[in-house]
C-alpha cells in the first residue's frame, strides 16, 4: 500500500502520513551491505585471533605481527564504516 494522507486531530492544517505496516526499511541494497560489514568484521577477528604463547615466560614475537598490530584492525574498522554507511544509505 502506498502512503495515505490524513488529517492531524489537532490541527486539520497538518497532513500526517500512515505508511505501510509490512514494508520494511531497509532495501536489497542495504541488507548486502550489511551482509558485506558483517564479513568484514568476522575477517579481521579471525585476523587478530592467535599468537598464544606456549609458556608465559617466552617472548613471542608472534603477537607484533603486521597482521595483527595493523592489517586486522583497519578490516574491522572498514567493517564498521561499511555497516555504518548500509544503514544511513537511504533505499530506493
Given at each position: 500500500?502506498?502512503?495515505?494522507?490524513?488529517?492531524?486531530?489537532?490541527n486539520?492544517?497538518?497532513?500526517?502520513?500512515?505508511?505501510?505496516?509490512?514494508?520494511?526499511?531497509?532495501?536489497?541494497e542495504?541488507?548486502?551491505?550489511l551482509?558485506?560489514?558483517?564479513?568484514?568484521?568476522?575477517?579481521?577477528?579471525?585476523?587478530?585471533s592467535?599468537?598464544?604463547?606456549?609458556?608465559?615466560?617466552?617472548?613471542?614475537?608472534?603477537?607484533?605481527?603486521?597482521r595483527?598490530?595493523?592489517l586486522?584492525?583497519?578490516?574491522?574498522?572498514?567493517?564498521?564504516?561499511?555497516?555504518?554507511?548500509?544503514?544511513?544509505?537511504?533505499?530506493?
Amino acid at each position: 500500500m502506498a502512503k495515505q494522507p490524513t488529517l492531524n486531530k489537532k490541527n486539520p492544517a497538518v497532513k500526517e502520513t500512515i505508511s505501510d505496516p509490512s514494508a520494511f526499511a531497509f532495501g536489497r541494497e542495504n541488507f548486502i551491505l550489511l551482509f558485506v560489514a558483517l564479513g568484514l568484521l568476522l575477517i579481521g577477528y579471525v585476523l587478530m585471533s592467535g599468537g598464544k604463547a606456549e609458556s608465559p615466560d617466552v617472548y613471542n614475537p608472534e603477537v607484533f605481527s603486521f597482521r595483527r598490530i595493523t592489517l586486522a584492525p583497519l578490516i574491522v574498522m572498514a567493517g564498521y564504516a561499511v555497516g555504518i554507511w548500509a544503514i544511513l544509505k537511504k533505499s530506493k
